[in-house]
């Protein structure tokens, strides 16, 4: 069970931390990601992270966002910075075995938490 919690209201140029905890479950074997879905839209590729700690990120948030994660603690994080408008979308952490190449699909991804809201104001 992958849990997701941080989000909430900020004004454009703040920033918000998000955080996924498991329970019942190690991740330290997974990929951790991080995808959004906004209004009316497709569910779109945030951030993944491998156990090591190797990472990437989707365009529309490279330089603003990083994702981060403690094995120990079975917790990953996503540190948002910079949040513009066009951010708002509810935020769901996943996990996935796929390979590297592959851990942007959602598709790909098997276990997922419930999402968490993120609002931006302009």
């Known amino acids: 069970q992958l849990q997701a919690s941080g989000g909430g209201l900020v004004q454009a140029g703040g920033s918000l931390r998000l955080s996924c905890a498991t329970s019942?479950?190690?991740?330290?074997?997974?990929?951790m990601g991080w995808f959004r879905q906004g209004p009316g839209k497709e569910r779109e590729f945030v951030a993944v992270?491998?156990?090591?700690?190797?990472?990437y990120y989707g365009d529309s948030v490279k330089g603003r966002f990083t994702v981060s994660r403690d094995n120990a603690k079975n917790a990953v994080y996503l540190q948002m910075n910079f949040l513009k408008s066009e951010d708002t979308a509810t935020y769901f952490c996943?996990?996935?075995?796929?390979?590297?190449?592959?851990?942007?699909?959602?598709?790909?991804?098997?276990?997922w938490g419930q999402g968490t809201q993120v609002t931006v104001s302009s």
């Open positions: 019942g479950r190690t991740i330290r074997n997974y990929k």
């Open positions: 992270i491998a156990s090591g700690g190797g990472s």
């Open positions: 996943a996990a996935t075995t796929v390979a590297w190449s592959a851990a942007y699909r959602p598709d790909n991804f098997y276990y």
